[in-house]
């Protein structure tokens, strides 16, 4: 852990290098989609409590929050996917296996089926407001 958001309940992570073993660590990272969720848009999460699952949905509605000296973008992302299948730290991606949002605890304070968007979660790793840097 490189430091935590305490706002949003995000803590931010630096990869390790290596295995257990002492092998390189080899992985792919996953891809931040560009622009913001629409109405509408296909989606699909993946996480869930206590197993693996994967469910698609649609984007139901976009709370948007305006940035200083900016225009508007998507703060929060809902979702009809049921919160049974979604707990925090999932991730919704688009059709294109782009990671658009991760569900936290902030986001599921709104709807159950609510993630913060890709670009808010951006924006508050270069530039986190509470931040706790301790690390176990």
């Known amino acids: ?49 206590g197993r693996t699952s994967i469910a698609d949905g649609i984007v139901t509605t976009i709370v948007s929050q305006a940035s200083a000296g900016s225009s508007a973008t998507a703060a929060i992302i809902e979702t009809n996917i049921s919160g049974d299948v979604i707990m925090s730290g999932s991730v919704l991606l688009n059709t294109d296996g782009e990671v658009i949002g991760m569900s936290t605890i902030t986001s599921r304070n709104i709807s159950a089926g609510a993630f913060i968007s890709a670009s808010a979660l951006i924006k508050q790793s270069i530039t986190p407001k509470k931040t706790d840097t301790t690390s176990k």
């Not at 630096?14 to 109405?39: H, P, Y």
């Open 1 to 49: 852990v490189t430091s935590r958001d305490t706002s949003s309940n995000v803590a931010f992570l630096k990869s390790a290098t290596t295995t257990t073993e002492g092998k390189t660590a080899a992985f792919k990272s996953a891809t931040i989609g560009v622009g913001n969720a629409r109405l509408g848009q296909t989606v699909i999460a993946l996480g869930g409590k």
